[in-house]
């Protein structure tokens, strides 16, 4: 099952909405885009909007080729993010008025809708870090878990 989101970035004069179809939460998606916005802000081509780079770098990104697919791109552009009623997070960067603003929503079955982050990149990045960390922990504890199963099937073979 997939897990999809949307991604607005906003300057003073252009809005650009793209769609990612897996792989949207927070630990990948979100992410994502705080390393792409370091990127951008790090940049050496300062002539270049922030939000513009954003883009272009979002643009830029595709999931790996295997032996049978070859690589496609991440993220498509999209016309407006609320057509995409079956996603389950949106992603908001907002470079205008030469300040950077990020908010985050979520919605979903058993989720409480609405906003689950707002503020600048170092609160972001804080809250991208606690997501990876809770995401970590609970592979590590299906791991256990399947790990225990097997030590009970082969203690009852």
């Keep these: 099952m997939s897990t999809r989101s949307t991604l607005t970035i906003k300057t003073d004069t ?3 909405n793209f769609y990612r179809h897996m792989d949207g939460y927070v630990a990948e998606a979100g992410n994502t885009i705080a390393q792409l916005l370091n990127k951008v802000l790090d940049a050496k081509n ?6 513009v780079k954003l883009a272009e770098e979002i643009m ?16 498509e552009l999209t ?3 609320k057509l995409h009623s079956d ?3 949106h992603y908001e960067v907002d470079y205008s008025n030469n300040s950077l603003d990020i908010s985050v929503y979520e919605w979903g079955y058993n989720k409480s809708d609405g906003i689950i982050f707002h503020g600048n990149l170092e609160g972001y990045e804080r809250f991208v870090a606690e997501e ?3 995401q970590d922990k609970r592979i590590k504890a299906y791991e ?5 199963e097997k030590q009970q099937a082969k203690v009852g073979a």
């Design 14 to 16: 252009t809005t650009i």
């Design 46 to 51: 300062a002539w270049q909007h922030p939000g």
């Design 60 to 75: 830029k990104q595709q999931y790996e080729a295997t032996s049978y697919r070859s690589a496609w791109p991440i993220y």
């Design 79 to 81: 016309d407006n993010p």
């Design 87 to 89: 996603r389950e997070y």
């Design 132 to 134: 990876i960390a809770e």
């Design 144 to 148: 256990e878990k399947i790990a225990q």
